[in-house]
C-alpha cells in the first residue's frame, strides 16, 4: 500500500478548483522545484462577460511560456488560471483586482465584480496554496530542503508596440529577486544560480526591478528552516510582448540554462547552515 501510495505522488495530475483546472503537477526528483505562477490564461466562464480587459490585453500582463522553461527532470507547479482572475503572487486580500490601481491602468470589469465571484476566486486562491503547501511539504520531508526557482517575466516595451525598449541598465535580461528570503543565509544558492546565468551568458541581477513577490515571501514564512524562493523575471526578450509572439529558441536557451542551474542550486543547499 505505501508503495502504490508513493507512486500516485510521482503521477502529473491537474487540480480543479472554482469548476474549472486550476494548476498543474507534474512530479520529478531532486529538492529543486519550478513554479510558474503567472503562465496561465484561463478565466472561469462565468467571468467572461464582466471582463473588460482584451485577451491580448491579458496576455501582455501574464507570464506566457515560463511553464516551459523549467528544467527538465523537476517538480512543477504550473497555475493555468490568469492572474486577471486570481493573482497568485499578491496577497490574498489583493489577490482578485478591483480596478486600474491594481492592474497598470487597465480597466478590468465592465461592471462591479459580484460578491459570490470574489468569493469563490479568494477560494481559488486558498486552493493553490493548499496545493503548493502538500508538495513543498513532501520535498521538505524527502530532502531536508528545497529550492523554488518562481519563473516569472516582465514586459520591457511599455511604451508601445513601434517604440524603443525600456534601458537596458534597468531592465537585466534575468532580475534576480532575493528580498523575500535570509539572504546571509541562502548566499551559496543565491550566487552559484548568479553565476550559471551569467556563465550561460545572461545578464543576471540581483533586485534591480523586482525583489521578489507575495509567494515568495509565504515560502519564507511557511518553511523558514528548509525552502528558498528564488524569484526569478525573465525580460520578454525571448516574445514580442506586444503581438504575443513567442521565440521557441529563445525559450529552449533559458531552459537550458536553467538545466544547468539545477545541479548547482542543489549542491549549494548543503553548504547552508
Known amino acids: 500500500m505505501e508503495a502504490l501510495e508513493r507512486d500516485a505522488t510521482r503521477t502529473p495530475r491537474t487540480i480543479e478548483s472554482g469548476g474549472a483546472p486550476l494548476v498543474r503537477i507534474v512530479p520529478g526528483s531532486g529538492p529543486v522545484v519550478a513554479v510558474a505562477l503567472h503562465a496561465g490564461h484561463l478565466v472561469r466562464p462565468e467571468l467572461d462577460d ?7 490585453e491579458r496576455l501582455r500582463e501574464e507570464d506566457p511560456s ?3 522553461m523549467a528544467p527538465r527532470g523537476i ?12 493573482d497568485l503572487n499578491r496577497p490574498r486580500s489583493r489577490a482578485v483586482y478591483r480596478g ?7 480597466n478590468t470589469y465592465r461592471s462591479e465584480l459580484p460578491d459570490d465571484a470574489r468569493r469563490l476566486s479568494r477560494a481559488v486562491y486558498d486552493a493553490f496554496y493548499r496545493e503548493a ?8 520531508d524527502e530532502h531536508g530542503r528545497f529550492v523554488v526557482l518562481d519563473l516569472h517575466s516582465y514586459n520591457h516595451r511599455r511604451s508601445g508596440a513601434s517604440a524603443a525598449a525600456e534601458p537596458a541598465i534597468d531592465n537585466p535580461e534575468v532580475n534576480l529577486g532575493t528580498g523575500r528570503l535570509d539572504r546571509a543565509r541562502w548566499t551559496p544558492v543565491v550566487e552559484g544560480f548568479s553565476a550559471v546565468m551569467r556563465a550561460e551568458g545572461f545578464d543576471c541581477r540581483e533586485n534591480v ?25 525573465f525580460k520578454k526578450t525571448y516574445m514580442d510582448e506586444w503581438t504575443g509572439c513567442v521565440d521557441e529558441v529563445a525559450v529552449a536557451r533559458i531552459r537550458s540554462a536553467l538545466d544547468a ?12 547552515v
Open 66 to 68: 515560463t511553464a516551459d
Open 209 to 233: 526591478k523586482f525583489r521578489g513577490g507575495h509567494f515568495a515571501q509565504w515560502v519564507a514564512e511557511t518553511f523558514p528552516q528548509t525552502g528558498v524562493v528564488l524569484a526569478i523575471e
Open 75 to 86: 517538480t512543477r507547479i504550473e497555475a493555468v488560471r490568469s492572474r486577471f482572475e486570481v
Open 261 to 272: 542551474a539545477v545541479p548547482v542550486i542543489s549542491a549549494a543547499l548543503a553548504e547552508t
Open 100 to 106: 486600474p490601481k491594481d492592474t497598470w491602468g487597465l
Open 133 to 140: 503547501e502538500s508538495v513543498l511539504t513532501r520535498l521538505a
Open 50 to 56: 464582466i471582463l473588460a480587459i482584451t485577451q491580448d
